[in-house]
């Protein structure tokens, strides 16, 4: 049986230390440094507030997998992650059910190197899936 929790909101920013602080004063805290992710060409740095985890993710140059998306969103939350076991299972599941995937599975540095996937659906937009720990 496949189930999918949610597990952070991903959220663009312009500027990801301005936003930390300015998330700080809302009363999150640090759950994980800024790193560099070489691959996506992005800055990620992880928040909690309330049991709620929130990824800050911002460009580090100009062909960054978000700098189109930042040219349409700006600030703005973007996608929910769900954590699942068996990754290709869920994608074959998603994919039944209407989802499309818009990249391959990659390991994600700023997730202990647990793959992740990107899915959009034309009824629910853009989806992460990352795999459990445990899973292969
Ligand atoms: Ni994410």
């Given at each position: 049986m496949l189930s999918f929790s949610v597990h952070h909101i991903g959220y663009l920013?312009?500027?990801?230390?301005?936003?930390?602080?300015?998330?700080?004063?809302?009363?999150?805290?640090?759950?994980?440094?800024?790193v560099i992710d070489d691959l996506r060409k992005v800055k990620i740095?992880?928040?909690?507030?309330?049991?709620?985890?929130?990824?800050?993710?911002?460009?580090?140059s100009a062909d960054s997998v978000v700098s189109g998306l930042m040219k349409k969103y700006k600030n703005s939350p973007y996608h929910i992650c769900y954590e699942t076991a068996g990754l290709e299972?869920?994608?074959?599941?998603?994919?039944a059910d209407g989802f499309i995937v818009i990249d391959t599975p990659t390991p994600a540095p700023a997730l202990g190197g647990r793959r992740v996937v990107f899915l959009t659906s034309a009824s629910a937009?853009?989806?992460e899936l990352l795999e459990t720990e445990t899973s292969a």
């Open positions: 920013v312009k500027k990801i230390e301005k936003a930390k602080q300015t998330f700080l004063s809302l009363g999150y805290h640090i759950e994980q440094e800024t740095c992880f928040l909690i507030k309330d049991g709620y985890r929130i990824e800050l993710i911002s460009p580090v299972a869920s994608i074959a599941a998603l994919t937009g853009m989806i």
